[in-house]
């Protein structure tokens, strides 16, 4: 339809009804459910003294409470599939949301029951019978608006009166008009108010709800911290398979032009031989660098055959004692490894240190790693050096750091990493 | 003397087929695998196995279970493997029972041919070809100890003692006379309560169980 711009801002808040209206219609129909239970004593003729209606009435009050559980999964389809919101199950403490038949036998003394049943007691049904009448008020108006079309398409004695095209009728399309604002208005902010109040009642409690939150953010940071070293281990695979065999392969026939192109002039051997150096420089350089990464003899080995071969390369003589029964996970296992192959990178930088130390243990569910030096001293992990990165490494696995590292030393380094005993 | 290579890198073994070749060995086979290279080694029966440490498909120290396997089953093999890193747990493992014939070095040491070929030789005599790194590593090991009552240059010596060097190549390396060397060597010896011995493989082999690998 073409809307002509005077249109427009008239009706765009009518926009977007559809389906709060549908999901009070569903509403509806579960309220239904519940108010055809109410009945059941009246099937067949039923109590009519005061006494006996109240206690049918409270009786049934009880079966519609008891069934809660089984409402709540009709109101949480029905919240998903009209509106799209999910409203999250209950969890027990520490272990995921009951099955419905425990709930149902638990009865009163299951998880967040009262909520439930004041919901499905109270509040649901208001809201239900609000809502429809906003929806009866929104189909009245939309006749009420378009009584001209009535006026002039139905034959005249079928009229319910002679108004005619008179004020009246005016009155009526203006005061329909009106009552459809009001009724739209009316049916989205219901959907709104029924959205929060079922959050709240029905779904876990705010608490609950952070404390779920918590357990999913740290679940997905550990499948990130995951995710970055299959990531280091892919790269340091691809380096390890293509450029340093290349560099290798290349040195190996410089070496090879070396040996046996004995007759070559002097400045050609000169140039090879400087080739054959450069590419040697290169091995090394690239084979310091993706040691960093992950190395493979760290997964094949564990810490202590990894951090040997750190401390080897070192140019200052380290000492490393590792002291572990069984091997700690392989994500605390590639941090710690980083923590003493960065921290001692920043001893070879600044520390000015003629020897360090590394020992790794296990203390109950801690590993405890410590690099220390007997440097210059002075080190600050917010001093822009290698160790900010280390703080953010450490942190990723709810690990601790820690330095000590007075002006004149000697620096301490402590780091300790979750790690089941 | 024959010899079969195992290296997953096509390139590299392009290479180290000439190399082998220009040292006077016949290369019998080439695998790309541990399991291609044991049933070539099966096959052919060479003198000398070159092997990659890390092939497939584990990628980590399939050439390592590889030489054992090779070790136990054919003793009179002589094995050299060639890592991108040496590491002493590897060493330590191919260490263990008899160190004759056995060869560990970086793979870079390749390109310095000479030196190569020198190593492929003295470990296909049945000689010890040990990368310095790996040394240096073993003897971080040890802290405790007689280590710390040697010279740095005793230190020097006894790397290039274990690395299986002969004296007269350790007197070139260190660019001194053999008589040095044997001095050295002596002095060596001494304070480490080890034995004398003649041939090159026993000082090596003393020098490993002293590191405690051998």
Redesign the interface.
């Known amino acids: 339809m073409h809307l002509t711009p005077l249109t427009r801002p008239l009706l765009r808040p009518l926009q977007g009804v559809g389906r709060p209206a549908a999901f009070h219609l569903h509403g509806a129909l579960i309220q239904c459910c519940s108010l055809l239970l109410f009945a059941v004593p009246w099937l067949n003729g039923g109590p009519t003294r005061a006494l006996s209606v109240l206690l049918a009435v409270f009786g049934m009050a009880a079966v519609v409470a008891v069934l809660s559980p089984v409402l709540t999964g009709m109101q949480r389809t029905r919240f998903r599939d009209r509106l799209g919101v999910d409203i999250p199950g209950i969890a027990r403490p520490g272990r995921g949301a009951a099955p419905l038949w425990e709930q149902l036998l638990a009865g009163p003394r299951a998880e967040r029951f009262w909520p439930q049943a004041r919901y499905h007691l109270v509040f649901g049904p208001l809201t239900a019978a609000a809502a429809l009448g906003a929806l009866v008020l929104a189909v009245v108006s939309v006749a009420a608006v378009t009584i001209y079309v009535w006026i002039w398409a139905l034959p005249v004695e079928v009229r319910l009166s002679q108004a005619g095209y008179s004020t009246l009728a005016a009155y009526v399309t203006a005061g329909g008009a009106g009552g459809l604002y009001a009724a739209v208005w009316a049916v989205k902010a219901l959907a709104r108010l029924d959205t929060r109040v079922a959050l709240s009642r029905l779904g876990p409690t705010p608490a609950e709800r952070l404390a779920r939150r918590v357990e999913e953010v740290t679940e997905s940071r550990a499948g990130v911290v995951d995710a970055a070293d299959a990531e280091r281990r892919r790269i340091e ?1 691809d380096l ?2 293509g450029a ?3 560099l ?2 290349m ?6 032009a ?3 192109l004995t007759d070559l002039p002097e400045d050609a051997r000169k140039v090879i031989d400087e080739a ?1 150096r450069e ?2 420089a290169a ?2 350089e690239l ?1 310091d660098l ?2 960093g990464l992950h ?3 760290l ?3 564990g810490l202590d ?1 990894a951090l ?2 750190i ?3 070192a140019p200052l003589p ?3 004692r590792v002291d572990l029964e069984s091997r700690p996970a392989p994500a605390i296992e590639a941090v710690a490894y980083f923590v003493v192959s960065e921290a001692l990178a920043n001893v070879v930088k600044h520390a000015r240190a003629s020897r360090a130390e590394v020992t790794v243990e296990r203390i109950g569910g801690i590993l405890l790693v410590v690099v220390s030096d007997d440097g210059v001293g002075g080190a600050d992990e917010s001093g822009g050096t290698g160790l900010a990165g280390l703080v953010k490494r450490v942190a990723s696995v709810d690990g601790t750091f820690s330095i000590s590292s007075p002006v004149g030393g000697p620096t301490v380094v402590t780091v300790e990493l979750p790690c089941a005993p | 003397m024959r010899a079969v290579i195992a290296e ?2 096509v ?2 073994r ?3 087929v ?2 082998l070749e ?1 040292a006077g060995f016949e290369v019998a086979a080439e695998a790309g695998d541990a399991e291609a290279l044991l049933a070539a080694v099966a096959e052919h029966r060479p003198d000398l196995v070159v092997s990659d440490v ?1 092939m497939p498909p584990g ?3 399939e050439g390592v279970r590889a030489a054992l396997v090779i070790r136990r089953q054919w003793p009179e093999t002589a094995v050299l493997l060639l890592s ?2 040496v ?4 060493a330590a493992d191919l260490l263990t029972g008899d160190t004759r014939g056995v060869g560990y070095l970086l ?2 040491r ?5 030196e ?1 070929i020198d190593a492929l030789r003295r470990v296909a005599a049945g000689g010890t070809a040990l990368d310095p ?1 790996v040394v ?2 073993l003897l ?2 040890r ?1 405790s100890d007689p280590l710390d009552r040697l010279t740095p240059r005793e230190r020097e010596v006894l790397e290039l003692m274990a690395s299986g060097r002969s004296n007269a190549g350790i007197a070139a390396q260190l660019v001194v006379s053999e008589s040095a060397v044997a001095k050295h060597i002596n002095n060596i010896l001494a304070k480490l309560d080890l034995p004398r011995a003649d041939a090159d493989h026993r000082r090596v082999l003393a020098v490993l169980r002293f590191l405690g690998v051998g």
């Open positions: 695979r390890h398979d340093q065999q290349r290798v392969s040195a190996v026939n410089l070496g090879l070396k040996v046996t054959h590419a040697k091995i090394q084979s993706v040691r190395p493979a003899v997964e094949d080995r055959a040997s071969g401390a080897d390369r380290v000492r490393v | 997953d890198s390139l590299l392009v290479g180290l000439k190399v220009a890390r990628f980590t120290d991108q890193y590491e002493e747990r590897y793979k870079q390749v390109a310095d041919v000479e190569f790194q240096s590593q971080l090991r802290h």
